[in-house]
């Protein structure tokens, strides 16, 4: 979700302010009705930027994401980032915590090779896809060597294709939850389940389930997603290759 | 499934109650059990086959702790634990074997390194013991 245009308008000035101070200069260009994010991140490709820095949230990334693996220069071309919202996952993969400090890390310009997940055919995301329905559904899947149904309510997929199913119907009712807090009664989850590997397809019966990726909905089951390992140099704040 | 990950912690897959699964699940990480498996599990670490578990096929480890049901073959690298709500319907080889009183196992087991030890006890026939070759005098 973007913030309302006057507030877009403010924050770009604080930010080019921020980084004129720190001595980053560049284009700056705003997506509009005639100029898509697509079609300007192309623009920046074909004058030769060897920087894209994307300022705004996770589904402005992914479309920049998305034009530059889908032209093959994701790996030439690096990406860095102001996010949105500084509680985000895209916040917390780059370790910023505000502005100021994001426009550092451009600064700095450390950079890390990143996974990125693929939405066949050409949907990309560097945090988590969610597939998640209130009530529990069938779900059908195939992974590298094994094809499986699960009854889950919940999907996360992350990069590096790490998938979490958990179903929480049968954690029992509210009653029975209400009883396990009363006795502080933790009961064992057992009904999580957790895989990793290079390709997965999930299938719903009866049904089209949405994927989202922050909340805004990039496909629809039956999909599949594969890992692309080390495929986006990204800007990271200089504590993050500390941790790392 | 999933490569070795460096410094993993927790198990490398988890397969849940609710989840059944056709295939060969194989992964260089530990394996948490609890849904149902027709197919090959294959871990180089530990495999765990939990209560609520049911596995249909030849399950291979270095460590395997068994709490649900088994109908294959189990080969353990290092260490078979069959804990008292397990059941285990085929053969069994592991050089390091605990079954818990209640556990149920129907089949065969080899323990290849105690067998090994055993035949090459048989094997050297008992050394004569050696007279002394002083005599004492009183």
Redesign the interface.
Known sequence: MEPPKGKLIYRQEKIKDILGDIGIAGETVIPSAARTIEELTQLGVMKGYSTIVAVGGESLINKIINILATQKISKEAVLGIIPNDFESLIARKINVGDLRSACNALKFRRLETIDICQIEPNKFFITEAMVENPKNRQIYFSLDTMAGSAQTNQIIIKPGLNIYMHDKALEGNAFSRFVGWLLSRKEKDIFSSFFQTKKVRFESENANLPIKVSGEIIAKTPATFYNRPRMLKIIVARDKMKQS | ???K?PGASG?????????????????ANDIVI??RIE?EVVSNQTISV?E?AYIKGPVSGDVVNIAGKIRGSITATGRLEILPTGKIFGSIASKDLSIKSGAIFVGKCTMPEGEKEAEEQEETPEQPKKQNETYEVE
Do not use: F, I, S, Y
């Not at chain 2, 198990?11 to 992964?27: E, H, I, M, R, Y």
């Open positions: 499934m999933g490569e990950r198990p490398g897959t988890v397969v849940g109650a609710n989840v059944k699964l056709v295939g060969t699940l194989q992964d609890h849904g197919g939990m609520t």
